[in-house]
């Protein structure tokens, strides 16, 4: 996606509208993390990138962040670039027939990707997007866990050597840092047509969480049965999910059937125009203009209306219940099917027009069978006696010995 940040016809489709609807306020604002090169080199604007020289069109890409040498601060691009040839990166002891190279201590740590994974509104500083921040306030930061370490790497959820070489002249090293920046954009990969880095997000979206349900009541045909469901952020180091949360959706599918395969329950299934049901729980967050009306323009956006997400390595739990019905067969069962996608549909087909269909990525699942205790109670049945049973013969022996 650093590749893709410029050219992503999500972003240039939202850009071109701040553009427009702020007079060009937000012009090198958004272009700045998107196509650094593009505006210190004064190419933007336009917005729509016809002025954009190949290199700009690159988004954030080689020469960009190897040419970083300050940094002054998270948040909003705060990078001084000093594009003198000389690389800096994460070794001091590297040489390159092709440029001078240098260590840089902010290469190896989160602040370097804090300049632009921290986004705050361009006049009135509300967090638009706060990946950073997250990170910084969780227990991976408190454990020296760094982006790179999940980003870079082949670990995922924390640091995996790759040993290698990063050019054919380098020498051998134990760790050489994957450059694939993955995250959980299956949408825009896939569109974009690279099916590697749209497979990798899957994987990555698959091991950042758990879910688990955990059996309600036993089941009363013709009353209301409650249950929960428990979702666990295991993987990822920063909020489930983060970055452009206005956007990005994680939500349950959850299904109840009963033993004869009728469906008694449903929660979070999606309509044929492909929008979640309105009664499910959608983790995300909803940002508000200066009336307090839900929008998804960033640029209006005065406060933040709500925000349901789960922290790293924290936790959420729904509550669900429904009327049994009278004629239900046992055992009942409970799927649970925790699913993500990268935006709505109705805004990608108010944005993009209706040929984009934004991919649902599977996460995880679990199920539970209820009304089943016929069979289990047995195993209480036996146990309970024995022990029953043992417990009286210890007590007897010891009147025994009396
Ligand atoms: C988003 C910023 C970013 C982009 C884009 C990027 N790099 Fe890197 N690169 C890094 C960081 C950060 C490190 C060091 C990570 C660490 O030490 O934790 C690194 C490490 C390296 C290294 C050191 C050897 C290694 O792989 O560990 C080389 C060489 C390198 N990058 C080359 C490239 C090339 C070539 C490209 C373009 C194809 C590129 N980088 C694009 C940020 C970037
Ligand atoms: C110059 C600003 C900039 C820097 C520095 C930067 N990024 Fe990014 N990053 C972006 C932008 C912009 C995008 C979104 C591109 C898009 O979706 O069109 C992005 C996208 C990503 C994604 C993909 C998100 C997805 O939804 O799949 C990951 C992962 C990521 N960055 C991680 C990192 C890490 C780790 C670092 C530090 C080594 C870093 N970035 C440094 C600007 C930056
Ligand atoms: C412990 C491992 C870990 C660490 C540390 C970590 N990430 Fe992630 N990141 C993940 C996983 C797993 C996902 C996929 C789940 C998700 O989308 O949140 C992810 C997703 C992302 C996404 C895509 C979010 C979306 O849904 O659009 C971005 C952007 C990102 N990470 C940036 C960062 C940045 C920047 C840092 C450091 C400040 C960081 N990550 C630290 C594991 C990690
Ligand atoms: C401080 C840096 C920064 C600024 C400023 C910024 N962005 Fe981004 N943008 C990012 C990062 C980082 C991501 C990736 C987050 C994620 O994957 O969830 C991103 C992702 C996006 C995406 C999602 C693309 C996709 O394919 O999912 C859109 C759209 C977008 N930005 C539009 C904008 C617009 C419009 C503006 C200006 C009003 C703007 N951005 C300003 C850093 C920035």
Request: negative net charge; contains cysteine.
């Amino acid at each position: 996606m650093h590749s893709q940040a410029e050219l992503d016809p999500y972003y240039l489709a939202l850009s071109g509208m701040a553009s427009e609807q702020t007079d060009g306020l937000t012009d090198t604002y958004c272009a700045r993390c998107h196509t650094p090169i593009g505006v210190v080199s004064g190419e933007v604007p336009p917005v729509d990138g016809s002025d954009l020289s190949e290199i700009a069109k690159k988004g954030v890409q080689c020469d960009f962040c190897h040419s970083v040498t300050e940094s002054d601060g998270t948040a909003n691009a705060k990078f001084t670039l000093t594009p003198d040839g000389t690389k800096q990166g994460p070794f001091d002891d590297s040489r390159s027939p092709a440029h001078n190279t240098e260590y840089s201590e902010l290469h190896t740590k989160a602040e370097f990707c804090g300049m632009c994974h921290d986004v705050n509104h361009l006049t009135n500083g509300l967090p638009l997007e706060a990946t950073y921040t997250e990170w910084k306030n969780g227990p991976y930061a408190a454990q020296g866990i760094q982006c790179q370490d999940c980003h870079m790497t082949p670990g995922i959820t924390g640091y995996q050597a790759n040993p290698g070489k990063a050019s054919g002249i380098g020498r051998e090293r134990e760790h050489i840092w994957t450059h694939f920046g993955v995250g959980g954009n299956v949408f825009m990969t896939e569109y974009l047509g690279s099916k590697t880095h749209a497979i990798m997000a899957v994987d990555r979206l698959q091991r950042a969480a758990q879910v688990e349900v955990v059996s309600g009541s036993s089941v009363v045909p013709g009353e209301s049965y409650e249950f929960k469901v428990t979702i666990k952020n295991i993987g990822a180091g920063h909020y489930l999910p983060t970055g452009l949360t206005e956007s990005r959706q994680m939500w349950l599918d959850i299904t109840v059937t009963d033993g004869a395969g009728t469906e008694v329950y449903n929660s979070g299934a999606l309509d044929e125009d492909g929008n979640i049901d309105t009664g499910a729980v959608v983790y995300h967050t909803i940002l508000a203009d200066a009336e307090g009306n839900p929008t998804e323009k960033v640029w209006e956006a005065q406060s933040i209306l709500s925000d349901h997400r789960i922290p790293p390595k924290g936790e959420d739990i729904e509550t669900h219940n429904f009327t049994m019905p009278e004629e239900v067969t046992l055992p009942v069962s409970i799927t649970a099917i925790l699913e993500y996608r990268s935006a709505p549909q109705e805004l990608i087909d108010h944005l993009l027009g209706e040929e984009f269909e934004v991919p649902v990525v599977y996460m995880t699942q679990d199920s539970k069978t209820i009304g089943d205790e016929d069979k289990s109670i047995p195993g209480f049945q036996i146990t309970f006696p024995v022990m029953l049973g043992l417990l009286l013969l210890l007590f007897s022996m010891r009147g025994n010995k009396k």
